[in-house]
């Protein structure tokens, strides 16, 4: 029944190693984001995708590259970590077509706690 | 850059006070948001104010809004100890159809005290 979930909830790995972080919701939702969130608590947004389109790219190295195969699952892929990538990611999503009323706000995942060492 | 600043940045009240929160922001919104993080978990959407309203009400919560001093404040009223957590207020900016973004604040963490 969760609405937003992502996997995995952890993820502990080495410097230089490639890995992805996958994001679904059920809530019909064509608008999906990815935020990082700092050890200071500092929520950002670093993609948006609305209707599979890449609508929102802030600056962001290109080792990480989103994907998403449909409306309902954007995925974030983390090539060459570094040990500032450590950090907790947020998925969340918004707007269901049609209805304005219900647009504006974010339902976030759980998030994935990502420790680079 | 960094939208929203809360303050405090923490807050410890004995149950049943009050625990307001403020934010303060630097470019025009479309509307503000307020929500709660619980520790080890996503941020739960509490409050929206738009930017041609003053206040709103939702439960215990009251939520003011000065777009002339762009700052929000966030009262919760007779605290429980569940409202432990973290408030992060939300600026909405983009107006294009699918380009909307929230940019969040720095956060309070506010601490009930039984």
């Known amino acids: 029944d969760t609405a937003v979930s992502q996997t995995p909830k952890y993820l502990v790995t080495q410097m230089g190693n490639d890995k992805s972080i996958k994001c679904e919701q059920n809530?019909?939702?064509?608008?999906m984001y990815w935020y990082k969130q700092d050890s200071k608590k500092f929520l950002k947004i670093m993609f948006s995708?609305?209707?599979?389109?890449?609508?929102i790219n802030e600056t962001v190295p290109n080792r990480f590259s989103p994907k998403s195969p449909d409306k309902a699952h954007l995925n974030l892929h983390i090539n060459s970590l570094e040990l500032g990538d450590s950090a907790v990611y947020f998925c969340?999503?918004?707007?269901?077509?049609?209805?304005?009323?219900?647009?504006?706000?974010?339902?976030f995942g759980s998030g994935t706690q990502l420790s680079v060492l | 850059s960094q939208q929203g600043e809360e303050d405090p940045q923490a807050l410890s009240i004995q149950e049943g006070e009050n625990a307001t929160m403020n934010c303060s922001y630097k470019?025009?919104?479309?509307?503000l948001q307020w929500y709660r993080q619980n520790s080890g978990r996503g941020l739960v959407h509490l409050i929206l104010?738009?930017?041609?309203?003053r206040e709103k009400h939702s439960g215990r919560l009251r939520v003011t809004l000065d777009t002339s001093k762009k700052s929000s404040s966030l009262l919760i009223t007779a605290s429980r100890a569940a409202d432990t957590a973290s408030y992060f207020c939300?600026?909405?900016?983009?107006?294009?159809?699918?380009?909307?973004?929230?940019?969040f604040g720095t956060g309070t963490r506010l601490t009930i005290i039984p």
């Open positions: 470019t025009s919104i479309n509307n």
């Open positions: 104010i738009r930017s041609n309203e």
């Open positions: 995708y609305n209707n599979k389109e890449l609508i």
């Open positions: 809530l019909g939702h064509d608008t």
């Open positions: 939300a600026t909405r900016s983009g107006g294009g159809f699918g380009n909307e973004k929230l940019t």
């Open positions: 969340a999503s918004s707007r269901v077509p049609g209805q304005p009323a219900t647009n504006e706000k974010l339902f």
